[in-house]
């Protein structure tokens, strides 16, 4: 074949080439942060990670240090009527409850069974917790993830409808890619459960299981049949909450973060332990504010209270985040219409 | 400036071009193993690496899910006379003596001042604990990072004069590379303590510290005169041995290695649990037979013992690396020869 430009000269090639960069290089960058309104949280976001990427600047920080933490429950996604994990325990109850026929008059079983939420926190922190070792262990690792991921394609959130990984904000999945793209490694750190979010967080947050880090189980190697298996006990491991999150981010992550992201006093000393660090540090806290397109709660509220970051956010230079003004859309489907 | 080849045709730029391309093609790959000896144990890593990155065959894995765990004591560095960690702990001991004169009359701490390694040995488990937890507790995470750095800038082997972390094996960083150039996600699972690895290997293995797995104590957040930190606490949190090596990869990492790398029964369970996955897997062990070069040692030995290992892993299709044999070169300083 003959190629058509046979007669161009290798000189106005290059020219030509050097036009279109420069072209290139004149448009606008696309906004990274669509869904976020103009103003004060969308320009500290964006004005961090210019001065912590900006090579030879005075708050450049390398690749391999900008580490970014984000709470899950209520900061990537929604937390109410209550946290979804507490929903999945309930759903596992009476899935199990076939097999346990004395359920129906043993509390706090049989409160689940009769949808008893009233019931259900009266039982307090012990019945809860006597829920979630029952939901959550006597299953090998393996078989839960199948229990997880069965459960996330088939339940749905009594107010929308939708898939509770369905139930993610959009403008939150804009700031993990934005971060990402400017060499962040970014980290799930969240008091919900390890094995109940690793499942989905690739596929929906772009975050890989080893850097989803949670509260946990204890779990048991034992080989049965010539098979090793690791199979969830009924202890708690480790409780991922307030000042144990420092405590799992040095464990799991081993460095500080520059930014945090949370939406509740357990995020607290997460965003005081990040924010403390030398060199330039982000913290931001979700304010959930808007009663029409999700939730309005703080510091009354006993899913995600917000109380004391509430008042010392400003103090301490973290940014509020106000769902009803700063977001322009709240879940992804929302986008499709 | 008058380029000079403005009068070559693009016809004539795209032949030479496209011959250039081809003799790159056919020029030989480096060898990414030149530490190897040719053989069985280099041939199954590269037989490995080229069947689970080969798009469209039958052992196809995805890059996310190239997961490949490597012991560290042994395996990635040399761990005699004993693991450099107790050999840290005892010189630690030492220099913290000065404010504990008690100790000269106190065991296990008086066999440690006087260098009576048999009197510290009969002190059996609960006192190399109390030692251990003695030489790494009551400070910061950051002060502690700061007496790993100078430990390990100033103190030297008794046999090579080297820096401890000098000492690691040149042909394990080529395969640590290898990996990596082939997308696998490369994490460390060792029995040593996560704050003794942390602050160099990223310098040294190339392995960020959120991919270092190990043993861990207690640490508490507290916010001393309104500066946070993480108090390192006389108590172990977790041992990362034997059947808990799989525990520690399911809760640090969340998948299961498709690769793992070890040398003693502490990593015959992780080795267990990665060959038992579905589709090809690889288990290596670094056996220790060069006393010249190295040490020689198996299944007498208290440190990094392999017994049941060195039975059964021609029955289970992992490969034994022979030191003597398969290794050019044990350290990279020799390379520097």
């Known amino acids: ?183 962040f490694k970014v980290f799930i750190v969240s008091g919900g459960g390890l094995e109940f979010m690793r499942p989905w967080s690739e596929e929906v947050y772009g975050i890989p299981p080893d850097q989803v880090v949670g509260s946990s189980m204890e779990t048991r190697y034992e080989v049965q049949a010539g098979n090793p298996v690791l199979v969830q006990e009924p202890g708690l491991h480790f409780i991922n909450d307030k000042d144990t999150k420092p405590v799992a981010i040095n464990r799991y992550i081993g460095q500080r973060p520059i930014l945090a992201f949370g939406n509740s006093d357990g995020d607290f000393q997460m965003l005081e332990w990040t924010t403390a660090g030398e060199g330039r540090r982000l913290g931001l806290i979700v304010h959930h504010t808007d009663a029409e397109r999700e939730w309005a709660y703080d510091r009354q509220s006993s899913i995600g209270r917000l109380d004391r970051g509430l008042d010392e956010a400003e103090m301490r230079g973290w940014v509020l985040v106000d769902m009803a003004r700063d977001w322009q859309v709240i879940y992804p489907y929302q986008l499709e219409k």
């Open 1 to 183: 074949m003959k190629p058509k430009f046979r007669g161009i000269q290798t000189a106005t090639l290059i020219t030509l080439t050097v036009m279109l960069t420069a072209c290139a290089v004149k448009q606008t960058a696309p906004d990274p942060l669509p869904s976020w309104s103009e103003g004060h949280s969308k320009q500290q976001i964006i004005e961090f990670v210019n001065s912590v990427t900006k090579t030879g600047g005075v708050d450049y920080v390398a690749p391999g240090q900008r580490i970014a933490t984000f709470d899950n429950d209520g900061t990537l996604w929604s937390e109410q009527p209550t946290y979804f994990q507490l929903l999945f325990i309930l759903d596992r109850i009476k899935q199990m409850a076939a097999d346990h026929p004395e359920w129906t008059s043993t509390q706090p079983f049989q409160a689940v069974l009769e949808n008893d939420m009233a019931a259900i926190e009266a039982a307090g922190h012990h019945g809860m917790a006597q829920l979630g070792m029952t939901a959550q262990s006597g299953v090998t690792t393996d078989e839960f993830k199948t229990i997880i991921n069965d459960w996330f394609a088939t339940a749905r959130h009594p107010t929308t409808g939708k898939a509770y990984n369905a139930m993610v904000y959009q403008p939150m999945l804009e700031v993990l890619d934005y971060l990402r793209t400017n060499e």
